[in-house]
T-cell receptor
Framework: DTEVTQTPKHLVMGMTNKKSLKCEQH?????MYWYKQKAKKPPELMFV???????INESVPSRFSPECPNSSLLNLHLHALQPEDSALYLC???????????????FGPGTRLTVT | AQSVTQPDIHITVSEGASLELRCNYS??????LFWYVQSPGQGLQLLLK??????LVQGIKGFEAEFKRSQSSFNLRKPSVHWSDAAEYFC?????????????FGAGTRLAVHP
Protein backbone atom coordinates (compact mmCIF):
# COMPACT_ATOMS: atom_id res chain seq x y z
CA ASP A 1 0.00 0.00 0.00
CA THR A 2 1.68 3.18 -1.22
CA GLU A 3 -1.12 5.56 -0.38
CA VAL A 4 -1.65 8.40 2.02
CA THR A 5 -5.34 8.97 2.75
CA GLN A 6 -6.97 12.11 4.09
CA THR A 7 -10.44 12.80 5.42
CA PRO A 8 -12.58 14.69 4.85
CA LYS A 9 -12.04 15.76 1.24
CA HIS A 10 -13.92 19.00 1.78
CA LEU A 11 -14.70 20.90 4.98
CA VAL A 12 -16.62 24.10 5.54
CA MET A 13 -16.47 25.56 9.02
CA GLY A 14 -17.37 28.73 10.81
CA MET A 15 -14.86 30.77 12.75
CA THR A 16 -16.16 29.45 16.08
CA ASN A 17 -16.19 25.78 15.12
CA LYS A 18 -13.81 23.03 16.17
CA LYS A 19 -12.98 20.41 13.58
CA SER A 20 -10.24 17.90 12.84
CA LEU A 21 -8.45 16.74 9.72
CA LYS A 22 -7.23 13.17 9.57
CA CYS A 23 -4.37 11.53 7.71
CA GLU A 24 -3.38 7.87 7.53
CA GLN A 25 -0.55 5.92 5.91
CA HIS A 26 0.30 2.22 5.99
CA UNK A 27 3.71 2.33 4.34
CA UNK A 28 5.62 2.00 7.61
CA UNK A 29 6.86 5.55 7.25
CA UNK A 30 8.16 7.16 10.42
CA UNK A 31 7.89 10.84 9.45
CA MET A 32 4.63 12.64 8.75
CA TYR A 33 3.96 16.19 7.67
CA TRP A 34 1.23 18.82 7.43
CA TYR A 35 1.37 21.39 4.64
CA LYS A 36 -0.87 24.30 3.75
CA GLN A 37 -1.32 25.22 0.10
CA LYS A 38 -3.01 28.36 -1.18
CA ALA A 39 -4.22 28.57 -4.77
CA LYS A 40 -1.48 28.78 -7.40
CA LYS A 41 1.25 28.50 -4.74
CA PRO A 42 3.58 25.71 -3.66
CA PRO A 43 2.90 23.88 -0.39
CA GLU A 44 4.09 25.52 2.83
CA LEU A 45 5.35 23.29 5.61
CA MET A 46 3.44 23.54 8.90
CA PHE A 47 4.45 20.62 11.11
CA VAL A 48 6.71 17.57 11.05
CA UNK A 49 6.39 14.50 13.23
CA UNK A 50 9.32 12.12 13.39
CA UNK A 51 8.85 8.82 15.21
CA UNK A 52 5.59 10.17 16.64
CA UNK A 53 7.26 13.21 18.17
CA UNK A 54 6.73 16.77 16.98
CA UNK A 55 10.08 17.79 15.52
CA ILE A 56 9.24 20.90 13.50
CA ASN A 57 6.64 23.61 14.03
CA GLU A 58 6.98 26.32 11.41
CA SER A 59 5.66 29.04 13.75
CA VAL A 60 2.10 28.02 13.03
CA PRO A 61 -0.65 29.85 15.00
CA SER A 62 -1.99 27.92 17.99
CA ARG A 63 -5.43 27.67 16.39
CA PHE A 64 -3.83 24.74 14.50
CA SER A 65 -2.96 21.86 16.81
CA PRO A 66 -1.32 18.70 15.44
CA GLU A 67 -1.50 15.27 17.01
CA CYS A 68 0.17 11.98 16.13
CA PRO A 69 -1.68 9.18 17.99
CA ASN A 70 0.50 6.46 16.44
CA SER A 71 2.96 5.92 13.61
CA SER A 72 0.19 5.58 11.01
CA LEU A 73 -2.09 8.44 11.99
CA LEU A 74 -1.80 12.19 11.97
CA ASN A 75 -4.49 14.66 12.97
CA LEU A 76 -4.78 18.41 12.67
CA HIS A 77 -7.19 19.98 15.13
CA LEU A 78 -8.71 23.28 14.07
CA HIS A 79 -10.24 25.89 16.35
CA ALA A 80 -11.25 29.53 15.90
CA LEU A 81 -9.91 29.71 12.37
CA GLN A 82 -9.91 32.83 10.22
CA PRO A 83 -11.14 33.14 6.63
CA GLU A 84 -7.52 33.50 5.47
CA ASP A 85 -6.92 29.95 6.73
CA SER A 86 -9.00 28.67 3.83
CA ALA A 87 -6.67 26.48 1.76
CA LEU A 88 -5.83 22.94 0.70
CA TYR A 89 -4.27 21.08 3.62
CA LEU A 90 -1.93 18.32 2.55
CA CYS A 91 -0.56 15.47 4.59
CA UNK A 92 2.63 13.69 3.57
CA UNK A 93 4.81 10.89 4.88
CA UNK A 94 8.39 9.77 4.32
CA UNK A 95 10.42 6.77 5.43
CA UNK A 96 12.24 8.73 8.11
CA UNK A 97 15.58 7.69 9.56
CA UNK A 98 18.68 9.23 8.08
CA UNK A 99 19.90 9.91 4.59
CA UNK A 100 18.17 10.95 1.43
CA UNK A 101 15.04 8.80 1.87
CA UNK A 102 14.11 10.94 4.87
CA UNK A 103 13.05 13.61 2.40
CA UNK A 104 11.22 11.41 -0.13
CA UNK A 105 7.71 12.52 0.69
CA UNK A 106 4.46 10.98 -0.45
CA PHE A 107 1.41 13.20 -0.36
CA GLY A 108 -2.25 12.58 0.28
CA PRO A 109 -5.01 14.11 -1.86
CA GLY A 110 -5.61 16.93 0.61
CA THR A 111 -8.57 18.43 2.46
CA ARG A 112 -10.10 21.54 0.90
CA LEU A 113 -10.94 23.78 3.87
CA THR A 114 -13.22 26.79 3.64
CA VAL A 115 -13.63 29.05 6.67
CA THR A 116 -16.74 31.22 6.62
CA ALA B 1 19.74 30.07 1.82
CA GLN B 2 18.86 27.37 -0.65
CA SER B 3 16.29 28.19 -3.29
CA VAL B 4 14.62 26.76 -6.34
CA THR B 5 13.68 28.73 -9.43
CA GLN B 6 11.23 27.58 -12.05
CA PRO B 7 11.55 30.28 -14.71
CA ASP B 8 8.40 29.38 -16.62
CA ILE B 9 5.13 30.12 -14.83
CA HIS B 10 2.99 28.76 -17.62
CA ILE B 11 3.79 26.55 -20.64
CA THR B 12 1.48 25.39 -23.41
CA VAL B 13 2.38 22.50 -25.71
CA SER B 14 0.52 20.47 -28.31
CA GLU B 15 -0.34 16.87 -27.60
CA GLY B 16 2.42 14.65 -28.92
CA ALA B 17 5.06 17.37 -28.72
CA SER B 18 8.14 17.12 -26.55
CA LEU B 19 8.34 18.91 -23.23
CA GLU B 20 11.07 20.41 -21.10
CA LEU B 21 10.36 22.14 -17.80
CA ARG B 22 13.22 24.11 -16.31
CA CYS B 23 14.42 24.04 -12.73
CA ASN B 24 17.44 25.82 -11.26
CA TYR B 25 18.58 25.48 -7.68
CA SER B 26 21.08 27.12 -5.41
CA UNK B 27 22.86 24.71 -3.10
CA UNK B 28 26.51 24.26 -2.17
CA UNK B 29 26.83 20.49 -1.92
CA UNK B 30 25.26 17.70 -3.94
CA UNK B 31 21.56 18.39 -3.66
CA UNK B 32 18.64 16.05 -3.17
CA LEU B 33 16.22 17.02 -5.97
CA PHE B 34 12.62 16.10 -6.72
CA TRP B 35 9.92 16.71 -9.28
CA TYR B 36 6.27 16.54 -8.22
CA VAL B 37 3.10 16.83 -10.29
CA GLN B 38 -0.23 18.12 -9.02
CA SER B 39 -3.46 17.72 -10.96
CA PRO B 40 -6.23 20.24 -10.17
CA GLY B 41 -7.66 19.72 -6.69
CA GLN B 42 -5.31 16.83 -5.99
CA GLY B 43 -2.27 16.17 -3.86
CA LEU B 44 1.30 16.07 -5.12
CA GLN B 45 2.61 12.95 -6.82
CA LEU B 46 6.31 12.19 -6.84
CA LEU B 47 7.52 11.89 -10.44
CA LEU B 48 11.22 11.28 -9.83
CA LYS B 49 14.13 12.04 -7.56
CA UNK B 50 17.88 12.54 -7.71
CA UNK B 51 20.11 11.74 -4.77
CA UNK B 52 23.42 10.70 -6.36
CA UNK B 53 24.91 8.61 -9.14
CA UNK B 54 23.63 8.59 -12.72
CA UNK B 55 22.68 12.15 -13.60
CA LEU B 56 19.84 11.06 -15.91
CA VAL B 57 16.98 9.73 -13.83
CA GLN B 58 13.85 8.02 -15.03
CA GLY B 59 10.51 8.55 -13.38
CA ILE B 60 6.92 7.52 -13.67
CA LYS B 61 4.57 8.39 -16.56
CA GLY B 62 7.44 8.51 -19.06
CA PHE B 63 9.22 11.48 -17.47
CA GLU B 64 12.94 11.86 -17.05
CA ALA B 65 15.19 14.56 -15.61
CA GLU B 66 18.85 15.38 -15.94
CA PHE B 67 20.99 16.77 -13.15
CA LYS B 68 23.62 19.19 -14.42
CA ARG B 69 25.86 20.41 -11.65
CA SER B 70 27.66 22.93 -13.86
CA GLN B 71 24.37 24.65 -14.64
CA SER B 72 22.71 24.05 -11.24
CA SER B 73 19.78 22.62 -13.14
CA PHE B 74 17.43 19.67 -12.92
CA ASN B 75 15.19 19.95 -15.96
CA LEU B 76 12.23 17.65 -16.49
CA ARG B 77 11.60 16.16 -19.92
CA LYS B 78 9.07 14.03 -21.74
CA PRO B 79 9.40 13.05 -25.40
CA SER B 80 5.67 13.05 -26.19
CA VAL B 81 3.10 14.82 -24.07
CA HIS B 82 -0.38 13.41 -23.47
CA TRP B 83 -3.45 15.51 -22.67
CA SER B 84 -3.51 13.95 -19.20
CA ASP B 85 -0.14 15.57 -18.44
CA ALA B 86 -1.83 18.95 -18.05
CA ALA B 87 -1.11 19.87 -14.43
CA GLU B 88 1.10 21.93 -12.12
CA TYR B 89 4.69 20.77 -11.82
CA PHE B 90 6.87 21.55 -8.82
CA CYS B 91 10.61 21.18 -8.55
CA UNK B 92 11.97 20.82 -5.01
CA UNK B 93 15.32 20.64 -3.28
CA UNK B 94 16.19 19.64 0.26
CA UNK B 95 17.51 22.78 1.87
CA UNK B 96 18.52 24.02 5.29
CA UNK B 97 16.17 26.71 6.52
CA UNK B 98 15.03 27.81 9.97
CA UNK B 99 17.49 25.46 11.67
CA UNK B 100 16.57 22.23 9.94
CA UNK B 101 16.42 20.50 6.59
CA UNK B 102 13.19 20.53 4.66
CA UNK B 103 11.81 20.44 1.13
CA UNK B 104 12.03 23.81 -0.57
CA PHE B 105 9.64 24.09 -3.51
CA GLY B 106 9.83 26.18 -6.61
CA ALA B 107 6.86 28.37 -7.52
CA GLY B 108 5.60 25.78 -9.99
CA THR B 109 5.01 25.60 -13.74
CA ARG B 110 1.49 25.17 -15.03
CA LEU B 111 1.37 22.97 -18.13
CA ALA B 112 -1.50 23.23 -20.59
CA VAL B 113 -1.81 20.70 -23.42
CA HIS B 114 -3.59 21.57 -26.67
CA PRO B 115 -5.23 18.72 -28.61
Amino acid sequence: DTEVTQTPKHLVMGMTNKKSLKCEQHMGHRAMYWYKQKAKKPPELMFVYSYEKLSINESVPSRFSPECPNSSLLNLHLHALQPEDSALYLCASSPGGTGASLYEQYFGPGTRLTVT
Amino acid sequence: AQSVTQPDIHITVSEGASLELRCNYSYGATPYLFWYVQSPGQGLQLLLKYFSGDTLVQGIKGFEAEFKRSQSSFNLRKPSVHWSDAAEYFCAVVGFSGGYNKLIFGAGTRLAVHP
